[in-house]
Structures are given as C-alpha cells and as structure tokens.
C-alpha cells in the first residue's frame, strides 16, 4: 500500500488537481481509494465518487481535522486495504498552516496557489518545508515571470522538493503527478510524523470561550513571543 | 516548573520557521540574505541551452475538443521563424500554445506532441527555469505579486540563474515600449495594462532569454506592437504568435489556422500578402500618429 497525504490551503485547488491525478491513476492501472478529510461538512466526496474509486469521508468536528488525520491514520489504511486499493489518497482540510499532517513514509504533497502573492511559501510553514512534492497551481493567472519567483521563493522554503506546475481546470501537471505517485515507496513499518503539530494544551482547547487573559491557563505565548506555563 | 515546560515549548517549535509571530523588519531583512544564499547553491550548477547551433521544433498533431484528429499532422519550425496561430475566439489558439509551453508529450487534453531537434525534452528543460527552452508572454496583464518592480525583477534575474544586475536594463528598454514610464520603487500591483505589459516584454527579452518565444495577442497590450515583437524575435528566436491583428499575422512567415480546438491547416504568407503588409504598416503608422498626436493634447491636421 502506498499512501499520499495532500495538504494545502482552502481554495488552492487541491480537489480539482487530485480528480485529475485519480483519471490518470485509473488509466495507469493504479487503484486508488479516497478519504476527504473535513471539519464540518464537505462535498467533494460526490465529486470524486464520479470517477468510480472507493470514497470515504472523515469530519473532524470538535477535534483538529489535521490532529483528526494523524490519529486515524490506521484506520484509513485499513478500510483502504478492504477495498482493494493500493493507494490510498488522504486529501485533508487545509485550514490552519502550523500543522503538516505527514506520516515519514507517505508521500507529502503540499498544493499551493500562486495568485496568493511570492511571500506565501514563506508563510506556509511545515506544510510546504516538509512535504516531497509543491503543486502549483493557478500559474495561467499570472505571468510566467512570476510563476517562475513564486517557484523560486518555494525552494527557498523547502530546497530539495519536486516542483509541479499544474491547473486543475485543464489537468495541466495531472501525469506527472499520477507517476510521482505511482513511483513512490510503499509504506511499511511503523509511521512518525515529519514534524510536531503545535502545542495545544490550554483552556481554549477544554472549551473555555471568555476571551480575557486572566481566564486562560496552559501553555500560552504572547503577543511579543513569549512563552510560558501558567497554572497549577 | 513553568521554567521547564518553556524550555520544552522552545525545543519543539525550534523546527518551525517562523520563530516568533511578531518580527521587525531588521528580522526580516537578515531572513531574506539567508534565503538568498541557500538559493544560490542552486545557480551553481545551472547549464544552459546553446544560444545557436540547430534548433528544431516540431509540433504532432492531436485531437480537437471533438476527439478528431488534427487535421495538420506535423509542423516543423527553425531558429528565426516568426510563426502565427489564428483562428476565433474558442478554438483552441491558447490551448496550442499552452501545448508548446508545457512540451507535451500527449500527456495534455489535446493529446499533441512537442518535440526539440526530433525528441521529446527532458524533465530538466521541461520545468527547470534555468534550462527552459520557452519564455512566453501571456495574455495577462497585470501582476498579482505584492513586491516592488525592482526587488520583483532581480528575484526572476536570480530564478533564471542571471545577473540580478539585469533588473535596470529590463526597466530601461520597457520604458522605451510604453508612453508611462516605469519606476523600479513602483508597487508590481499598481502598474497599468500598458506599463504591466511592456515590462513583461522586457523581462522576457532581457531575462528569460529562451530560444523560444510564445506570444499571446500582444495586440491588446497598449504597447507599441510591431517594436515589441521585434524585440521578442531577436536573434535567431523561434517566435510563436497568437493574434487577430493582420499586421502580426502578417510579419509571420506561415499561420496555423485553428478551428474547434484542432489544427486545421497552415498558410504560407504569400508575395501578395507581403505587398498588402507594406499597406497596413503604412497605415498602421499614421494611426499611431494620429493617437500620439491626440495623448500629447494636440489638434489633428
């Protein structure tokens, strides 16, 4: 079984570029199977049912949807297993920018629109600096001036990875990324992330919703940087 | 206690990029020199395409929006070719340029096939700026980067692998393209149609730099057309032009015609049609006279 978490940002276009990379999987012989990860409610699951690939869909709610992702990592492998699938295909909710919910083995694509500016591969974090594969996308928007700064500044945030320039209208960059996959290891053994998701532990996270300081404990930092515990 | 769980939070976040949420902008500035040294490793082992020597581009003919095959089968185009693609609107003339653009290898809706002195581009040529065989002008125009026009140029200068020095000459020969003239403090974003356009022109001229040059109708660019397209074909440059205007079409030496998304056929820009250009450049000078005459404030005599 091989395994290929696709991250990125909402809007950036990750559906439309994994519909057309699922077209190219089929024609190749692959057979893929699909979890769309979300946090309270999604469609794209009926987008990709079209295409004839087992489809499940996992809503995060009250949790984290990338913290979601990570621990049941298991489970989707294993209700991929059951459908015969061997590759399986976790598109996750894309929200916030600290997390990169990457397992060591699986192969990190991280999709990112070019239209949002040459400073967002900065921006972007673990999400990019760590993931194997940058999918561009939107480059017919802008001039291939800027898409080749914007691919520049993303090798400044992530220096070894695959650059793919792909438009999920036209399934521009779809093939290489279908064969990327379909070259990428299987997983075996047990799995580590390739980087912590961040510290949660405060009295937001148990459901606090005062907003003043004096009613927070945990571990918490400041607006100037400053990190500390307080509590008991 | 408190003392230890810092020191842990410190530990586990020193990964992260980004070390604390609010940075001055002397912060900022020292992140951005180490992001420019890192990419230069990159620079280092660049390699370019032969400036002359044979270059052969050939286009295989696919299928149009219908699934039929392409009526023109094969083209082959060589250095110094100006080669037109006509056809209206929908037919498919971005698309084929979109083909050229990425190399297809009949990995594209249109399942065409873009081959370079008779074989298929590597991987390297294919997407690797510095070895892109292709600059091309688009038909956007403006820019969406939140940078200045200076800062923005000597960035794709580095991209490329050149000399961000080029950034200056880039505004210089785009200030001879466009009544407005280009500043290098100026924000990307505020430049108009005109002055977006003429820049993009100069960075591919200056910049990019490849021996092949797609154009996408610089006809609505308010720029000076003909001077610009000069300026693309340069020396010994495969230049590929999408237009409507009879003038470019004319200075081509063969047009694709294009029709439902296939290639219908190629016209070979005839002797008549060389006298006929001679016409609408003449014309085309007095309206451009008239126009100057008009933006200077003047009467038309």
Redesign the interface.
């Known amino acids: 079984m091989k395994m290929v978490v696709v991250a990125g940002t909402p809007g950036s276009g990750k559906t439309s570029v994994l519909m057309h990379a699922v077209k190219d999987l089929i024609r190749e012989g692959a057979k893929p199977a699909l979890v769309k990860i979300d946090c309270m409610w999604t469609e794209d699951d009926v987008r990709f049912k079209r295409l004839g690939l087992p489809v499940a869909v996992g809503l995060s709610k009250d949790m984290c949807p990338d913290h979601y992702a990570i621990y049941n990592v298991d489970e989707m492998l294993a209700w991929a297993a059951a459908q015969g699938a061997n590759i399986l295909l976790n598109e996750t909710a894309g929200l916030c920018l600290?997390c990169a919910p990457y397992p060591d083995k699986a192969l990190a694509i991280c999709v990112i629109d070019v239209?949002t500016?040459?400073?967002s591969p900065?921006k972007v974090?673990?999400l990019l600096?760590t993931a194997d594969a940058a999918v561009m996308t939107k480059g017919?928007?802008?001039?291939?001036?800027?898409r080749?700064?914007?691919?520049?500044?993303i090798?400044?945030?992530n220096?070894g990875c695959r650059?793919?320039?792909a438009n999920g209208l036209?399934?521009?960059g779809s093939?290489?990324l279908a064969e990327l996959m379909m070259s990428w290891p299987d997983i075996a053994g047990e799995m580590m992330l390739r980087?912590?998701p961040?510290?949660a532990i405060c009295t937001l996270c148990t459901g606090e919703l005062r907003v003043s300081k004096e009613h927070h404990r945990g571990?918490l930092?400041h607006?100037?940087?400053f990190?500390?515990?307080?509590g008991e | 206690m408190s003392q230890t769980m810092i020191e842990i939070a410190n530990r586990t976040t020193n990964q992260t990029i980004e070390q604390t949420t609010i940075q001055t902008v002397d912060e900022l500035e020292s992140q951005t020199i180490s992001h420019v040294a890192s990419a230069d490793s990159h620079a280092a082992n660049r390699t370019t395409y032969p400036a002359t020597g044979p270059l052969r581009l050939t286009i295989q003919g696919g299928v149009d929006k219908s699934g039929h095959s392409d009526a023109v089968s094969r083209i082959e185009i060589s250095r110094g070719e100006i080669i037109g693609i006509v056809g209206p609107t929908g037919s498919g003339k971005s698309t084929l340029i979109a083909d050229i653009e990425q190399f297809a290898l009949g990995d594209t809706p249109s399942g065409r096939r873009i081959l370079i002195n008779g074989s298929a581009p590597g991987t390297a040529q294919r997407y690797d700026p510095r070895k892109k065989l292709v600059a091309q002008l688009s038909q956007n125009m403006h820019f969406l980067a939140d940078m200045y026009v200076g800062e923005f140029l000597r960035m794709h200068a580095k991209s490329r692998g050149k000399d961000p020095g080029l950034a200056e000459k880039v505004i210089e020969l785009a200030n001879t393209l466009t009544g407005e003239p280009i500043n290098p403090d100026y924000q990307l974003t505020i430049l108009s149609g005109g002055q977006s356009r003429a820049l993009m022109v100069a960075d591919i001229a200056v910049i990019s730099d490849s021996p092949i040059v797609l154009i996408d109708e610089i006809e609505n660019a308010g720029i000076k057309k003909q001077e610009a397209l000069r300026l693309l074909s340069g020396e010994g440059k495969i230049v590929v032009v999408v237009t409507h205007d009879p003038m470019l079409a004319l200075m081509a030496t063969r047009r694709i015609v294009m029709k439902n998304g296939g290639m219908t056929k190629v016209i070979s820009t005839s002797a008549e049609e060389n006298r006929i250009f001679k016409d609408i450049e003449r014309v085309d000078g007095w309206l451009m006279g008239l126009r100057e005459t008009i933006r200077q404030g003047e009467v038309v005599a």
């Open positions: 600290r239209t500016g040459p400073n900065l974090g673990p600096t017919d928007l802008v001039s291939q001036a800027e080749e700064v914007f691919r520049e500044r090798l400044e945030a220096p650059i793919i320039e036209t399934g521009k093939a290489e980087h912590n961040p510290l571990m930092r607006l100037d940087g990190m500390e515990y307080t």
